[in-house]
């Protein structure tokens, strides 16, 4: 089956480390975006990529980091200047046009202890 | 720029009752415009897509919209609330660099 893979699907970050989220596509999809989830606030882009071995910041890429070394791999890193990290990250992938559709992983919880 | 804004963050309806989620959108170009819904903990899923082609477009689970550019709405109907709707539900517009701009979402109670 096709489809965005997200792992983990929880994840606890101590303070001042750096954590990676893994977002994994196997629908040969150009572009992908990563987007973070507050309750009440919708969804807010963080970085996006619409080409392997290129990324543009969103809306809120301060105390994130990106890499796009494969077609299929996009992980996000949060890192310990991200001062309120705890949130619903979407990792989503689409075939690159503008009126196609973006599909969507599960999820990972991040949660600070 | 591109925005969506959801009137209403709760809707509550009873089971049976007509569904009706509202959502208006601001953009320069001519929109291409989404609703996607999402379970508790779980990723969002495209219930239709507007894309300029019919201005009324059907979509999964009974659930349909209308493009209304006069009045730069977008708004979800279902004629008959299912327990099963129960949900949030989200507006989206195309942004400029392909990325998807939200509105803030509205929960969707349904009530035996």
């Known amino acids: 089956d096709g489809g965005i893979t997200q792992s983990p699907k929880y994840l606890f970050r101590k303070e001042g480390q750096n954590v990676t989220l893994s977002c994994e596509q196997n629908l040969n999809h150009d572009a992908m975006y990563w987007y973070r989830q507050d309750p009440g606030q919708g969804l807010r882009l963080i970085y996006y990529s619409q080409i392997v071995n290129d990324f543009q910041k969103g809306d809120i890429a301060e105390g994130y980091s990106v890499s796009r070394e494969k077609k299929e791999s996009f992980p996000l890193t949060v890192t310990s200047a991200q001062k309120n990290p705890t949130a619903f990250y979407l990792c989503?992938?689409?075939?690159?046009?503008?009126?196609?559709?973006?599909?969507f992983g599960p999820g990972t919880r991040l949660l600070v202890l | 720029a591109q925005s969506v804004t959801q009137l209403g963050s709760h809707v509550s309806v009873s089971e049976g009752a007509l569904v009706l989620l509202r959502c208006n959108y601001s953009?320069?170009?001519?929109?291409?415009l989404f609703w996607y819904v999402q379970y508790p903990n779980q990723g969002l899923q495209l219930l239709l897509k507007y894309t300029s082609a019919a201005t009324l477009v059907k979509g999964i689970n009974g659930f349909e919209a209308e493009f209304k550019k006069s009045e730069t709405s977008f708004h979800l109907t279902k004629p008959s609330a299912h327990m099963s709707d129960a949900a949030e539900y989200f507006c989206?517009?195309?942004?400029?660099?392909?990325?998807?701009?939200f509105g803030k979402g509205t929960k969707l109670s349904v009530k035996p």
């Open positions: 953009s320069s170009v001519p929109p291409y």
């Open positions: 989206a517009v195309r942004g400029s660099q392909g990325n998807l701009i």
């Open positions: 989503a992938s689409s075939i690159g046009t503008y009126q196609e559709t973006q599909y």
